[in-house]
């Protein structure tokens, strides 16, 4: 498992929130990627685009409601076409199985292309503990390997960084002169793995999906090192997670409309590869080996729980955190770990440990935009209603998070709220406090937390003479009559 | 009684079983239509696709054109062959390439751009295997190769998309490697949308008893990025600059 | 036209407008009685559980729940003068009583016969111009969980759109949430006072004199930023500007 810094989350949004070049780079989220989906979605109409929602939705549902069926098909099929399938319960035995290709194969070369799930599971140090060469392709985690640092979104990893940065790294790690031109950047990336795509042994790829019907894996991209991972090297290992799998290539249709436009706007990528097993004889190239890693690692957890399941439908797009004010602001990092944003509040608490990561589900204002640019139709904010729920009622003490001030103000409140006779006294002794510090109506300067944080920035409306009730006994419940 | 052992695939779906509350494991009820289809549902979807695209192929062309131009591909409508190799000519010539590479598919016969590069001094590489040629040597000459040429095995009008399926005669790598890609598509190759595709490759999968192929590729433009501050540049890893030569 | 005999509402105020804003629960009341609306006021009313629930805490949420239940059980139609209780109320409540078929089939009942107050309006009471007049501008926040919820979207507009006198401006970003999100404001303030200084600044590019909306809780949030700043912008419930008698 990669480093879990979960429980930093309230320190490292602060301190991202005021990082101005950060911030530049955020911006580009919602003004870039999320402004060309609305784009694509209007080129298509809102109603094209709510029927294929509808339509992915429930392909999802059906696939998760029966993995374990369509998991054996998989498996059935990609074996059938000369693949081998290997089931990974957690990170420890993924890893051991990649390792054990490696060692066994000779492999002295790996590529990667773009796999969430390896992040998971932390393999690149396992195999270069191995003495093996792991270049990672994708451009964007290309530059975040050399930084040694982490993915910092779910479609482009190096979001965080400025050019300028990049230009750094790359004539730091890489000894070439320094130069911000963005495509001449890309031309030093090109051409320094140029050669190792070339010189791989093994080529690793994710999957966006896996095909039940004809045992297939599908990977978009776009620069051409998916394409180079998966076609050049004798080897090619696939890592997923188990919630990939749809049933029917008929199905991969209407993903094939989402994803991209969700993800980026853009109506498909460069390229789609679908990868039906090792070659065949008759085949001019391509791997003499195709393996597929099907990775658990706490997935059959979310399904088990019939609230989280529907967190297996994220077809990992980004759109939630592109469109999600709180991400917008504190970036990936602050979330501590793999996953961030919103999709990320619910998947990596779920796999790294509720009472681990307690800050995520409650680093949200509940405002719902992630569920309505979600392209299928997961409900986020209840998943994370749900997540504060465990965190604050669960009797198991290793996941209730709940400080004792909080239980104590909060049933405090429901009494009150419970006997309007309380609630009464409550409100003139609020009265009776806000003398010294209500003026002109308004508060500045609440004496206690947590009323302070607010006051700190904001006013307070102060208390006012009469509460409603009061009007209405005393004012409005004679008359009923209509008033003209 | 023989004691089973469980394998790490029992385990796994045994643990994926209990979290959806299942004992045993058991197709859906009902059935997923898709995986119920029979051959001859599927070979009827087809003809009504080949209809379908038959009776609509001027407005087809002229979509996938549109379409394929948008996605970054250069394209030509060419309305014979000559028109076709006079393209390829210009494009490859202009670029200065020494080597070119092709696939050895069905539509060099119809043009035969080999012979005509051959003729202005450019090396012209088949990629099949034969006594002469292993597949490393043809890694290698698709390696110093400037230009690769492929047919298409569909092109794709609402996408703007080759579909290019490397088996004998096709190379994964002639596509990928070489800095530009030239596509020859023909009036049959071109199908409506991702839907005709995949009921395409379902019907051959079925067809064989399981089996379509090894690999897929759908292309749509050139390689691009913008992994670095979001501004887009063409041609990374994969070609830089794509040309869609249609016929007809 | 109005009249005597015009449907009956009962009132569901919400805790911040009682104890905070009563003036816009005078309106309110005001507005749908000048439409011919016959509204009481279930006096055993208080807290619909939204921040307990928000908190995680589902248990005592519950009570305060059962509580509005029992209040309304007579109701017709409950008119509610907030998005996130309107929407707490149709919704949550249901999520609430997930493992109780019993009060679960109350909420769904209830859960039928509650309306935000301008869905009320627009929807049962089939208004879109109360008469009201207005000078000056305003421009119109929508809160996130009467657009998300409730699905909420066109009715105050049209509503404000017939304020004789009143010119609308659009609000760039609307549909950003202002940050507020309940105890989200004081757990995570720096997200929060982040999220409200884009939605103040949004409220300054318009140069309107009036921001509305269906929330106070949105508007003790945007409002509080904007006096703290002193900026003369009004703030007011869509009610407020409604009544034909506020002034």
């Given at each position: 498992m990669p480093q879990i810094k979960t429980q930093d989350f309230f320190d490292a949004s602060a301190l991202s929130i005021k990082d101005p070049e950060l911030r530049q780079a955020l911006q580009r989220v919602g003004t870039g990627f999320d402004n060309a989906r609305r784009e694509a979605i209007d080129e298509v109409s809102a109603e094209v685009w709510e029927q294929w929602r509808e339509s992915a939705r429930q392909i999802k549902e059906h696939t998760i409601d029966h993995l374990d069926y369509y998991l054996e098909l998989l498996h059935d099929n990609v074996t059938k076409n000369g693949g081998q399938v290997h089931f990974a319960r957690d990170a420890e035995q993924a890893n051991a199985i990649v390792a054990n290709l490696v060692k066994s194969k000779g492999v002295k070369i790996v590529t990667k292309g773009k796999s969430m799930v390896s992040e998971e599971l932390s393999l690149n140090p396992v195999l270069e503990g191995l003495g093996t060469e792991v270049y990672e392709t994708d451009l964007g985690e290309y530059i975040i390997q050399l930084a040694n640092e982490t993915p910092?979104?779910?479609?482009?990893?190096?979001?965080?960084?400025?050019k300028a940065q990049v230009a750094q790294l790359f004539s730091d790690?890489?000894?070439?002169?320094?130069?911000?031109?963005i495509e001449e950047m890309a031309r030093v990336a090109r051409e320094a793995l140029r050669g190792k795509f070339l010189a791989a042994d093994m080529g690793i790829s994710g999957a966006n999906f896996l095909v039940a019907e004809t045992g297939s894996l599908v990977i978009i991209t776009n620069e051409g090192n998916g394409r180079l991972c998966t076609s050049a090297p004798r080897i090619h290992v696939g890592i997923t997670g188990m919630e990939k799998v749809i049933p029917s290539l008929h199905d991969l249709a209407v993903f094939l409309r989402l994803l991209p436009r969700s993800a980026t706007g853009q109506r498909l990528t460069s390229y789609m590869s679908m990868v039906s097993g090792p070659r065949r004889e008759s085949d001019e190239d391509g791997p003499e080996e195709f393996h597929l890693v099907i990775v658990d690692n706490g997935r059959s957890k979310m399904l088990a729980d019939p609230k989280l399941r529907?967190?297996?439908?994220?077809?990992?797009?980004g759109a939630c955190l592109n469109i999600c004010p709180v991400y917008q602001k504190v970036g990936g990092h602050a979330y501590g770990w793999v996953y961030p944003g919103p999709i990320g509040a619910i998947v990596t608490p779920s796999l790294v440990g509720l009472k681990q990561a307690k800050d995520l589900p409650f680093a949200s204002s509940l405002c719902g935009a992630c569920r309505e640019a979600c392209p299928v139709k997961i409900n986020i904010p209840r998943m994370l209603l749900h997540l504060r729920q465990e965190l604050t009622e669960s009797s198991e003490p290793a996941v209730n998070s709940t400080p004792a001030l909080e239980s104590i103000l909060a049933r405090c409140y429901t009494a009150t709220m419970s006997h309007p006779t309380l609630l009464s006294m409550g409100t003139k002794l609020l009265k009776l406090l806000q003398i010294p510090v209500a003026r002109n109506g308004r508060i500045q300067k609440a004496p206690f937390a947590p009323l302070s944080r607010w006051t700190r920035s904001r006013d307070l409306p102060a208390v006012p003479q009469r509460s409603f009730r009061e009007i209405w006994r005393q004012e409005l419940s004679g008359s009923n009559q209509s008033h003209q | 009684m023989s004691s089973h052992r469980s394998t790490p695939k029992d385990e796994f779906l045994d643990s994926v079983r209990n979290a959806l509350g299942r004992q045993s494991g058991s197709p859906p009820k009902p059935p997923y239509l898709h995986l119920e289809e029979t051959l001859a549902q599927l070979e009827s979807q087809a003809q009504e696709l080949e209809q379908r695209v038959s009776d609509n192929l001027d407005a087809l062309l002229s979509e996938l054109a549109e379409t394929a131009q948008l996605r970054g591909w250069n394209v030509c409508r060419a309305a014979n062959p000559e028109a076709a190799i006079g393209y390829v000519e210009s494009v490859v010539t202009g670029l200065k390439v020494g080597q070119v590479v092709r696939s050895a598919q069905e539509v060099f016969d119809q043009v035969p751009v080999e012979r005509a590069l051959q003729n202005l001094g450019i090396s012209v590489v088949a990629i099949a295997r034969d006594d002469q040629h292993t597949r490393d040597q043809l890694r290698n000459e698709i390696i110093a190769s400037g230009v690769g040429i492929t047919g298409a095995d569909y092109a794709v009008s609402e996408t703007g998309s080759v579909v290019v399926m490397p088996r004998l005669g096709l190379s994964r790598l002639v596509s990928l490697v070489p800095p530009v890609h030239i596509a020859l598509v023909r009036a049959q190759d071109v199908v409506e949308n991702l839907d005709d595709v995949f009921l395409l490759r379902r019907l051959e999968y079925h067809r064989n008893g399981g089996d379509m192929g090894s690999y897929l590729n759908f292309i749509t433009g050139p390689s691009r990025t913008a992994d670095i501050e979001q501004t887009l540049v063409v041609g990374v890893h994969g070609p830089k600059e794509v040309h869609m030569v249609l016929l007809g | 036209m109005p009249s005597a005999l015009g449907p009956k509402a009962s009132l569901y105020v919400t805790c911040v407008i009682d104890q905070l804003y009563p003036e816009v629960g005078v309106s309110v009341v005001r507005v749908l009685r000048h439409l011919g609306v016959t509204v009481d006021f279930p006096p055993d009313q208080t807290c619909c559980g939204q921040p307990l629930f928000n908190s995680g805490f589902a248990a005592q949420a519950r009570q305060l729940a059962r509580r509005v239940l029992l209040s309304f059980k007579d109701a017709s139609y409950v008119v509610v003068p907030s998005g996130s209780c309107a929407a707490m109320m149709r919704v949550f409540y249901l999520d609430l009583f997930d493992n109780d078929p019993v009060m679960r089939q109350q909420a769904n009942e209830f859960s039928s016969k509650v309306y935000e107050f301008s869905e009320f309006l627009v929807k049962v009471l089939n208004v879109t111009s109360v008469g009201a007049q207005s000078a000056g501008s305003a421009t119109y926040h929508p809160s996130c969980h009467l657009l998300r919820e409730l699905g909420v979207r066109e009715e105050p507009q049209q509503l404000l759109a017939n304020v004789d006198g009143l010119e609308m401006v659009d609000l760039p970003?609307?549909?950003?949430?202002?940050?507020?999100g309940g105890t989200f404001s004081v757990k995570y303030p720096h997200i929060s006072e982040d999220m409200v200084t884009d939605k103040v600044n949004s409220v300054l590019s318009t140069g309107a004199d009036t921001l509305v909306s269906c929330d106070m809780s949105c508007l003790m949030n945007i409002g509080g930023s904007l006096s703290r700043q002193r900026k003369p912008v009004n703030v007011k419930h869509l009610a407020q500007m409604l009544d034909r008698e506020a002034s």
């Open positions: 910092s979104h779910l479609v482009a990893p190096a979001l965080h960084k400025t790690k890489l000894g070439v002169p320094y130069t911000d031109d529907e967190s297996l439908y994220c077809i990992r797009c | - | 970003n609307k549909e950003s949430c202002c940050g507020f």
